[in-house]
């Protein structure tokens, strides 16, 4: 897979377990620690090999400004990682990441997309102009870095 957008040379990307590096250099940027958004290196790493699973890198050079986790079962997708580096952020990065997680898992036959965000998140707004609906909360989901439990909401949307 490389999806190019000629005019602003970012490259969509099949990421490996070699490119964890990047991805958690992204990751600790783009999510504050105080929320407990974000995952472990060994979280990520454990994930990866499973069936279904795509790690999908968004690079410019040789520089790796965002990535996307998604997973493929049967008809459902589920989103489970979106992170752009905050110097990237606002230049449409993150809705090429999201496209693509849409596109590809309609190839996969998914029908359904699931993802779930802290709420407060200002992402919410992102996804929701995206066409996601919200669908339901989880609450005391995430737990912040001083032990505190954080609701998450869950949205959906059918393709
Ligand atoms: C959410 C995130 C991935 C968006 O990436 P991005 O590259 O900044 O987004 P884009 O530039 O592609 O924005 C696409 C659209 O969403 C809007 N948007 C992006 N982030 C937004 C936000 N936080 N609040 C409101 N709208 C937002 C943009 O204005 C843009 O709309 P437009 O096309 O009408 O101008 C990025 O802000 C991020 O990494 N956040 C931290 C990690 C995180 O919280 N991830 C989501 C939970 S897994």
Not at 21 to 49: K, Y
Not at 135 to 157: H, P, Q, S
């Amino acid at each position: 897979m490389a999806t190019a957008r000629p005019q602003d040379h970012v490259m969509l990307l099949r990421g490996e377990f070699d490119d964890l590096d990047d991805v958690m250099a992204v990751m600790d940027r783009a999510f504050d620690p105080h929320h407990g958004e974000a995952w472990s290196r060994s979280q990520c790493a454990g994930i990866l090999p499973m069936s279904g699973v795509s790690l999908v890198l968004a690079k410019t050079g040789g520089r790796t400004l965002g990535f996307s986790l998604h997973r493929t079962i049967s008809d459902e997708a589920e989103l489970l990682l979106l992170a752009v580096d905050p110097e990237a952020q606002g230049k449409g990065v993150g809705k090429m990441l999201l496209d693509q997680f849409e596109d590809s898992s309609g190839e996969q036959g998914a029908s359904r997309l699931h993802l779930e965000v802290r709420d407060g998140n200002r992402a919410t707004a992102f996804y929701e102009a995206a066409g996601f609906k919200l669908a339901g909360r989880r609450r005391r989901y995430y737990r912040g870095n001083e032990g505190e439990r954080i609701d998450a909401l869950t949205y959906v949307k059918t393709i």
